[in-house]
Nanobody, 125 residues
């Protein structure tokens, strides 16, 4: 499985950006899509995830109400809509797939089997 993320770039505080991630190759039918990010000089942190059914979404408290995750399985695509961006959203964003999700695993980086290459988001104040 390969993941290709795109959509990062430069933004000003309050702007919006849309990140997309497309999976190619074989995937199991029940997988969680997730987004993580790594701010400059910091550890990787969970951002958002969406269940295989698309019915359940999870968000880090820091982005809740501003970010929205969605998926289109016909295109093997996950989208992260980021609104009301803040300078603290500056990070490299990574999409990932957890092929064998279990309860509570959505925000566990080590549970994800495959990762995209990362796309950089820079938000200026």
């Amino acid at each position: 499985v390969q993941l290709q993320a795109c959509g990062g770039g430069l933004a000003q505080a309050g702007d919006s950006l849309t990140l997309s991630c497309v999976a190619s190759g074989r995937t199991y039918s029940h997988y969680t899509f997730g987004w993580f990010r790594q701010p400059p000089g910091k550890e990787v942190e969970f951002v958002a995830a969406i269940s295989y059914s698309g019915l359940t979404s999870y968000y880090a408290d820091s982005v809740k109400g501003r970010f929205s995750i969605s998926r289109d399985d016909s295109r093997k695509t996950v989208v992260l809509q980021m609104n009301s961006l803040k300078p603290e959203d500056t990070a490299v964003y990574y999409c990932g797939i957890d092929e064998h999700p279990h309860s509570g695993s959505y925000n566990m980086r080590d549970e994800y089997n495959f990762w995209g290459q990362g796309t950089e988001v820079t938000v200026s104040s």
